[in-house]
């Protein structure tokens, strides 16, 4: 149980142009999402928190009208990086909270490359 | 900033005990400490939680200090496959949800 699921797994794209990145809980229903990147080498850093039908809370320092973040359904949110330029070439990565009442608890995507040439 | 501070590196041969400290001397009472892996190129895999009492799971323990100020992983029998980079981390309240703010992690080696 608890698998996130991520789309696409790697993708390389042209300066300029908008990614969209989906996440998906595919045995469970997730109240809250998150949106993390990791650089080469680094550790996860924490983007935004996505809860189902209302707008994302974005961390200090992560431009919101450029990672735009739809949490449209309870199994499903989406990352955007619009405008992609080389230095938003990252491993970007999803979790997603079931929300129990026993432990709140973030199972994670496999990560999606992306590459902005 | 994360609440936490891990050694760099470790190593252990296999079929061992790895045991990964970690200090979070900054701990609130109602914080949480959890334990995550990431295997290289991989999304971190959740590997177990706690509060104030000891844990154990399939995959792990975790020992947590009476004062909360540090808590130890323990991999009972360690195997290749658990070469990875372990991560502490304190779950801080954030709006009305939470935060797991990322360290920089323990690399873990398990040598044959």
């Known amino acids: 149980g608890a698998v996130v699921s991520q789309h696409p797994s790697r993708v390389i794209c042209k300066s300029g142009t908008s990614v969209k990145i989906e996440c998906r809980s595919l045995?469970?229903?997730?109240?809250?999402m998150f949106w993390y990147r990791q650089f080469p080498k680094q550790s996860l850093m924490l983007m935004a928190t996505?809860?189902?039908?209302?707008?994302?809370?974005?961390e200090q320092g992560v431009e919101k009208d450029k990672f735009l973040i739809n949490h449209a359904s309870l199994t499903l949110s989406t990352l955007t990086v619009t405008s992609a330029h080389p230095e938003d070439s990252s491993f970007y990565i999803c979790?997603?909270?079931?929300?129990?009442?026993?432990?709140?608890?973030?199972?994670f995507g496999p990560g999606t490359r992306l590459l902005v040439l | 900033d994360a609440k936490t501070t891990q050694p760099t590196s470790m190593d252990c041969a296999e079929g061992r005990a790895a045991n990964l400290p970690c200090n979070h001397s900054?701990?609130?009472?109602?914080?949480?400490v959890y334990w995550y892996r990431q295997i290289h190129s991989q999304g971190p895999q959740y590997i177990i939680h706690?509060?104030?009492n000891n844990e154990t799971n399939e995959m792990a323990s975790l020992i947590i200090t009476e004062d909360r100020k540090s808590s130890t992983l323990i991999l009972p029998h360690a195997t290749l496959r658990d070469t990875a980079v372990y991560y502490c981390?304190?779950?801080?309240?954030?709006?009305?949800?939470?935060?797991?703010?990322f360290g920089s992690g323990t690399r873990l080696l398990v040598r044959p």
């Open positions: 045995d469970f229903q997730a109240t809250t």
């Open positions: 900054t701990i609130s009472g109602n914080e949480y």
């Open positions: 706690g509060l104030k």
């Open positions: 981390i304190v779950r801080v309240a954030a709006d009305s949800s939470y935060k797991l703010i």
């Open positions: 979790s997603a909270d079931p929300g129990t009442l026993y432990q709140e608890t973030q199972y």
């Open positions: 996505s809860n189902e039908g209302s707008k994302a809370t974005y």
